[in-house]
């Protein structure tokens, strides 16, 4: 079973657009992390935010901003006023004990 | 310092061919890992040191053979390639080997083998 899914695969918005990315993740572990990471087309995966299992307040920085539901088990991430630099391919990702499991990706691509 | 560096950036190689890619950071971080990404796919891992000893082997082929000199530097051995061993190759470090913990990850290599 997918640890961690992104059902969205690829995502097109204009320029100033608002748009979320789902991540939906399946653990039976009481402690956990929540990560989401951007790759750019130059290929390096870079860290964005790390969340634990025991902190469900959502966080903002800057245009992102990510809402974490232990009932739903989902840690969205959305970004305000999309910007032409921020298409990439982005990446949640679910850490419990030792095992780092990835999502599949979803790819956003930003028009301008 | 956030930064993890690997070289080459680019490499193509025949399936006889011996190389190495390179890894290093000065983060501090104990933990190194490498990663191999085929497009549009996430990464797969492949290996983890911890403390300088191997810590995870991903059932990779032999034909892949890391090496952790010391605690900044990550090596991995290629021999005898596939074409479809053709891929980015990441490598990462965190702090330590944890769930908690973060991973930084290098730029790449991007591998084609001929």
């Known amino acids: 079973a997918q640890k961690v899914t992104q059902a969205q695969t690829e995502i097109s918005v204009v320029e100033k657009e608002d748009v979320t990315l789902d991540c939906v993740y399946e653990t039976r572990d009481t402690t956990y992390y929540l990560f989401w990471y951007k790759q750019p087309p130059s290929g390096e995966l870079v860290f964005l935010i790390r969340?634990?299992?025991?902190?469900?307040q959502n966080e903002i920085s800057g245009r992102y901003s990510w809402n974490f539901q232990k009932s739903t088990s989902s840690f969205n991430f959305t970004i305000t006023a999309s910007q032409v630099v921020d298409s990439a391919v982005y990446f949640c990702?679910?850490?419990?004990?030792?095992?780092?499991?990835f999502g599949t990706g979803t790819s956003l691509t930003v028009i301008p | 310092d956030t930064e993890v560096t690997q070289t080459p950036k680019h490499l193509v190689m025949g399936m006889t061919n011996k190389k190495s890619l390179k890894c290093e950071q000065h983060?501090?971080?104990?933990?190194m890992y490498w990663y191999k990404q085929k497009a549009k796919k996430p990464p797969e891992l492949m290996f983890v040191y911890s403390y300088e000893k191997l810590s995870i082997n991903e059932s990779v082929p032999s034909r892949f053979s890391p090496e952790c000199p010391n605690s900044s530097l990550l090596n991995l051995h290629l021999h005898a390639l596939q074409p479809e061993d053709s891929a980015l190759y990441l490598c990462?470090?965190?702090?330590?080997?944890?769930?908690?913990?973060?991973?930084?990850f290098g730029p790449g290599t991007r591998l084609t083998v001929t």
């Open positions: 990702a679910l850490s419990e004990w030792n095992q780092f499991y």
């Open positions: 990462a470090s965190s702090q330590i080997q944890g769930a908690a913990y973060e991973q930084y």
């Open positions: 969340r634990n299992s025991f902190d469900e």
């Open positions: 983060m501090g971080h104990r933990a």
